[in-house]
C-alpha cells in the first residue's frame, strides 16, 4: 500500500493576492484555477514539479474562517517547505521582499530560516544534511 498526502487547503482572504504572493514571489507553479461560482475558485498551488502536496488556496467566506487566516497554526511554524539549493531559495525570498521571521540557522537536521506569508502563517524553509 502506497499512501500520501495529496493537497491540503490553506484559507486566504483573497485568491489573487495569494497566488501572486505564492506564484509570484515563492515561485510556486499554479496547477488549476478553476471557477466554481461567482465567489468560488478551485485554486491549487505546488512548489514546483509533480512530486509533493498541493496547496488548496480557500477563500474564507465565514467570519470564522476569516478570524483564522494567518493563524491557522497558532503562532507556530505549521508549514515546512523542502529544498535542495537554500543558497539560493533564501536569495529569492530577500529578493522578493519576503519576511523573514527567524534569520537563517545551522541545526542538527539541516539549514532552516523561518518566514511568513502575506498572511502571517510560518515557514520553515530548510535544506536538510544527507
Not at 495529496?6 to 499554479?30: E, M, N, P, T, W
Amino acid at each position: 500500500m502506497s499512501r500520501s498526502i495529496a493537497q491540503f487547503s490553506l484559507l486566504v482572504h483573497d485568491y489573487d493576492a495569494a497566488i501572486d504572493f505564492y506564484v509570484g514571489k515563492l515561485g510556486f507553479d499554479l496547477v488549476e484555477d478553476t471557477p466554481l461560482s461567482e465567489e468560488k475558485r478551485w485554486v491549487r498551488v505546488r512548489p514546483g514539479g509533480e512530486a509533493g502536496a498541493a496547496i488548496l488556496l480557500a477563500k474564507a467566506s465565514t467570519d470564522e474562517q476569516r478570524a483564522l487566516v494567518g493563524s491557522q497554526g497558532a503562532g507556530r511554524v505549521w508549514l515546512f517547505l523542502d529544498t535542495d539549493d537554500f543558497e539560493h531559495d533564501y536569495g529569492r525570498l530577500l529578493e522578493r521582499g519576503v519576511k523573514i521571521v527567524r534569520e537563517r540557522s545551522e541545526e542538527p537536521y539541516g539549514t532552516v530560516c523561518v518566514f511568513a506569508d502575506l498572511y502571517g502563517n510560518r515557514w520553515d524553509l530548510v535544506q536538510r544534511n544527507g
